[in-house]
Structure formats: C-alpha cells, structure tokens
C-alpha cells in the first residue's frame, strides 16, 4: 500500500517554503527512518538515511546510514514500559533487518529506537497497531463491470483507540495488460496523465468508517467503486486500516503534492511523528480478496 516515494518526500521536507517546524535559512541535513508494522506478520525491515538537498539528485543508497543501531520495542498494555526488545542487523546499508522472530501484535503499542554511534544522535517513535478485521461477505468469483451487481465487501468488526477506523482500499491488477484497461483508465494512458505502473495499483485515498453502512454486529459494508478498478481481469482488493502516524502522513502528505487550495506560503509540513528525524514508523491491519471483472457486454 505504502509508496515507494515517500523517501524522495521527505528528502524535500526541509527545503519547503512553508516551514514552521523546519524553518531556517540554509539546508540541515536531518535523518530520515521508514518501517511498517502488519499486524499478525512478522517484524519489518527498518530503512534509515539522511536527507538531501532540493537541488540535488536523491537516491537512497546515497544517503543510506550503514552503522545505525535500530531496536524495535514492545511496549507494555499500558504503551509507558518496555516488554521485550528486538534487535536488528544490517544486510545493506541503510536496510536493517530484525533478528528476532515476532508477529507484531494488533492494538499494542511498539517504539523504533535508533542511534547513530558518529554522531550520538537518537530517532524513536511510537505507533499503536490497529486491530484485525476480516472480509466475512462472499464475494463473486466473476463481476461484470458497471452492472447493477455491484461489488459489496463486508469487513468484521474493529477498532483503534480514539477514533473510527480510517481505511485504505487498494485494487492490483494480476494481469496489467494496457489491452485490458477500463475505459477511463485507457483515456489517461493514452493522454499521458498515468503510467501503467501507476495503474497497476490504484488507491482510494483515506475512508473513515463513518462512510460506509454499520451492520447490527458492527461488521462495515462498503460498496467498492467501479471507478477504483483500473484494469479487467484478475484483480486483488485489498481492505487497510491504518495507525495515527500512516493516517496523519498521508493526509498530510496529499496537501503537499497539491491536494488543496492553500497558497504554498500556509502549507504546513507532512506530519511525521518522528522526534529526533523525519520520516515514518507506522503500523496497519489488512485482509485481501480476489475476484474477475468482466467488461459489461451490450
């Protein structure tokens, strides 16, 4: 779900001319840290770097840090003490990998932990793991698109601490054939709007549950948008909810590549949630289906 862009973002932050928080005068370089949590998956790997200029080329192994000391920490029920530690090793450098086995538990609280020995710096954030939900609807081997028999996903019942759950719906194309594109979508390829790798993975954007219909036992029922299928064929839908920290970058993120109406000069920064740094250590809950979609026949 997450993209693959969002260190090239954040190198940028620090240049912006809208800076409250990183307001200065010339560039200062900050250190920049990536990782998600799953819950019920294991540990992930722990991306650390630096940031870059605006004017210059940014490419992570440029700015990678290879002698960082990363810990990701269990934290205790009550998210103030640390349960358990793990440890983790670097394979490249800036890519830290952990050397513990763990599945990361839902509506728990863990901690990233970074020093950097050279400099003495420290990076931590913390980020509580959403609870798991499951599609419990049957879902149809074979959908026409644009009939009437629109695509409905039942999720079960979850929940994250101090707000509704706020979701992400991707849909991935199994087989992205230009051939099989659905017409709008063969409209922005042809036009150059989109690549076809973007549209291999389409995104919904943020949903709060408060959208979508709340059955008697508080499963949701979401009514899957045609418009969120880019391609026939076999395609996974994939249901996320996401941490404060996923939720508030992304928000915060779409403001910064012109999803709003603000002048550049009272746009605030992407909120990270990092002290110490920039950069994002969230956490996520999701569960995948798969269905066919057949062009709608006259």
């Known amino acids: 779900m997450m993209k693959a862009y969002l260190l ?30 799953v819950a019920n998956r294991q540990l992930p790997q722990v991306r650390v770097s630096t940031t870059a200029p605006v004017n210059d080329f940014y490419a992570f192994s440029r700015s990678a840090i290879a002698d960082a000391q990363v ?12 349960e358990e530690v793990f440890t983790y090793t670097s394979d490249s450098a800036g ?25 003495s710096a420290e990076i931590t954030a913390t980020t509580v793991v959403p609870d798991t939900f499951k599609v419990i609807s049957t879902v149809l081997d074979t959908l026409v698109y644009q009939s009437t028999e629109q695509l409905e996903i039942t999720v079960s019942e979850s929940s994250y601490p101090g707000r509704q759950n ?4 991707n849909t991935i194309a199994l087989d992205p054939d230009p051939a099989m594109l659905t017409p709008i979508y063969a409209d922005f390829l042809e036009d150059e709007i989109v690549t076809l790798d973007e549209l291999t993975n389409t995104e919904s ?25 880019a ?7 994939i249901a996320t909810t996401i941490d404060d920290n996923v939720y508030d970058f992304v928000r915060s993120e779409s403001v910064q590549l012109g999803g709003s109406t603000l002048s550049p000069g009272e746009i605030q920064n992407v ?6 740094g920039l950069g994002i250590f969230g956490s996520l809950a999701s569960d995948t289906i798969q269905t066919y979609i057949k062009p709608f026949e006259f």
């Open 8 to 37: 090239t973002l954040i190198a940028l932050f620090t240049v912006l001319s809208a800076c409250e928080v990183y307001e200065q005068d010339s560039y200062e370089e900050y250190y920049v840290v990536e990782s998600y949590l």
């Open 71 to 82: 810990q990701i920490r269990l934290l205790d029920t009550s998210g103030s003490s640390i």
């Open 95 to 119: 890519i830290y990998q952990p050397m513990d086995t763990h599945d990361v538990l839902p509506t728990r609280s863990y901690q990233l932990y970074v020093t950097i020995p050279t400099t």
């Open 166 to 169: 706020i979701f992400i719906f």
């Open 205 to 229: 954007g943020l949903l709060n549950a408060a959208n979508f219909t709340v059955n008697q036992d508080q499963s949701i029922t979401i009514r899957y948008p045609w418009i969120a299928v």
């Open 231 to 237: 391609f026939y064929g076999d395609n996974k839908l």
């Open 271 to 276: 909120i990270t949630h990092v002290e110490g």
